[in-house]
């Protein structure tokens, strides 16, 4: 694939085929540990059989300049290594190679082991990073970029932020959810609020002057980081980057909500009946599922993995965890659900 113009023109190809070529094997090097030619070759043999094995190279008018070798399986590639030329690190190549991953493959997530060396580059990147137990001298970290993280990210890097879109933008939104989503809670100052999915504070700004206490959580940590700065004239916000079903919460909450977040949440029934734990008793839990039934969202750069929500199968989800649904409508766009605990 072609990208770029004029003077600038950079691409990036498979060059499996050509993996034996001198050019592609000295770009390899860096990714291979004491890379003599008789390693650098057996490892391109070893790539060249595995059927499984995906090599693609950054080309920069006509020079090659960086270079990833991938395998993936079950929606998720795993980097067998990654390399690019010392002349032209910084320039942003490795990320690109990446990226690549994320916009012509159908992964949920990217994955990676690397030593103290490349950590820095992983983290920079957006993976999540631990530490693997093993006894070798060198020390081992695992890294996981979701691709619903990466995304999320990468709109923050693209000024994708709804909270200072126009207003038609901003009307065109509450086709989803809206005032009268934000009515259904009941709020007053004495309420605590939890939301799920808090992105850039989209609806956050609106519901956090109306309560006692706001909480947000979202699995993007750019994001998390632009709501912080949309949220900055409040005193009443705890902003939490993680993923709503890992994270232990220390607190109980009044109101729970989360709108155009359960697409991207594979475990439903977990997700409900965890909500339903973080309510008080006689807490309301507002939840907007969009009505669209598409596997990905893509964007022309990128496809993002979802699972798309049923009506029939959300409300059992619902009763199945012990709430009372209380009101079911429709909006254009999405149904939303008002329901309470006991």
């Given at each position: 694939?072609?990208?770029?113009?004029?003077?600038?023109?950079y691409?990036?190809?498979?060059?499996?085929?050509?993996?034996s070529?001198?050019?592609?094997?000295?770009l390899?090097?860096p990714s291979v540990?004491?890379?003599?030619?008789?390693?650098l070759l057996?490892r391109a043999?070893?790539?060249?059989a595995?059927d499984?094995?995906?090599?693609?190279a950054?080309?920069?008018?006509?020079e090659?300049k960086g270079?990833?070798a991938?395998k993936?399986?079950?929606?998720?590639?795993?980097?067998l290594?990654?390399?690019?030329?010392?002349?032209?690190?910084?320039k942003?190549i490795g990320?690109?190679?990446?990226?690549?991953?994320f916009?012509?493959?159908?992964?949920?997530?990217?994955?990676a082991?690397?030593?103290?060396?490349?950590?820095?580059?992983y983290k920079?990147?957006?993976?999540?990073v631990a530490d693997?137990?093993?006894?070798c001298?060198?020390?081992r970290y695992?890294?996981v970029?979701?691709s619903v993280?990466?995304h999320?990210?990468?709109?923050?890097?693209?000024?994708?932020?709804?909270?200072?879109d126009?207003?038609?933008?901003r009307d065109?939104?509450d086709?989803w959810d809206?005032?009268?989503?934000?009515?259904s809670?009941?709020?007053?100052?004495?309420?605590s609020v939890?939301?799920?999915?808090?992105?850039?504070?989209?609806?956050?700004?609106?519901?956090?002057p109306?309560?006692?206490q706001?909480?947000g959580?979202?699995i993007?940590?750019?994001?998390?980081?632009?709501?912080?700065?949309?949220?900055?004239?409040y005193?009443?916000?705890d902003?939490?980057?993680?993923d709503?079903?890992?994270y232990?919460?220390?607190r109980?909450?009044?109101?729970?909500?989360s709108?155009?977040?359960?697409?991207?949440?594979?475990?439903?029934?977990?997700?409900?009946?965890?909500a339903?734990?973080?309510?008080?008793?006689?807490?309301?839990?507002?939840?907007?599922i969009?009505?669209?039934?598409?596997e990905?969202?893509?964007?022309?750069?990128?496809?993002?993995?979802?699972?798309?929500?049923?009506?029939?199968?959300?409300?059992?989800?619902?009763?199945?965890?012990?709430?009372?649904?209380?009101n079911?409508?429709?909006?254009?766009?999405?149904?939303?659900?008002?329901v309470?605990?006991?």
């Amino acid at each position: 694939m072609v990208y770029g113009k004029f003077s600038t023109i950079y691409s990036i190809c498979d060059v499996k085929e050509k993996l034996s070529d001198s050019a592609i094997l000295h770009l390899l090097a860096p990714s291979v540990f004491n890379p003599t030619p008789e390693r650098l070759l057996s490892r391109a043999e070893k790539y060249q059989a595995d059927d499984t094995v995906k090599v693609y190279a950054y080309s920069k008018n006509g020079e090659y300049k960086g270079i990833i070798a991938f395998k993936i399986k079950e929606q998720t590639a795993e980097i067998l290594g990654i390399a690019v030329n010392p002349e032209y690190q910084g320039k942003g190549i490795g990320s690109r190679l990446i990226n690549y991953i994320f916009s012509q493959f159908a992964v949920n997530k990217v994955t990676a082991e690397t030593d103290d060396d490349a950590i820095g580059f992983y983290k920079k990147y957006g993976f999540a990073v631990a530490d693997i137990n093993n006894k070798c001298d060198t020390k081992r970290y695992v890294c996981v970029c979701e691709s619903v993280t990466h995304h999320y990210d990468l709109l923050i890097d693209e000024n994708n932020d709804p909270v200072h879109d126009p207003k038609p933008l901003r009307d065109y939104m509450d086709k989803w959810d809206g005032q009268g989503f934000i009515d259904s809670m009941e709020l007053d100052n004495e309420k605590s609020v939890l939301e799920i999915g808090v992105g850039t504070g989209r609806l956050a700004v609106r519901v956090a002057p109306l309560c006692g206490q706001f909480c947000g959580i979202d699995i993007s940590p750019k994001t998390i980081d632009r709501a912080k700065e949309n949220l900055a004239e409040y005193r009443n916000i705890d902003l939490i980057c993680a993923d709503f079903l890992s994270y232990k919460f220390d607190r109980k909450f009044d109101v729970i909500y989360s709108s155009l977040t359960f697409m991207h949440i594979e475990e439903k029934q977990k997700a409900i009946n965890k909500a339903a734990a973080l309510l008080k008793d006689g807490g309301k839990f507002v939840l907007s599922i969009d009505k669209n039934q598409s596997e990905y969202i893509d964007t022309g750069t990128r496809k993002i993995k979802i699972y798309s929500d049923n009506v029939e199968k959300m409300a059992e989800y619902i009763r199945a965890a012990g709430f009372t649904i209380l009101n079911r409508h429709d909006t254009e766009f999405a149904t939303i659900f008002v329901v309470q605990k006991g």
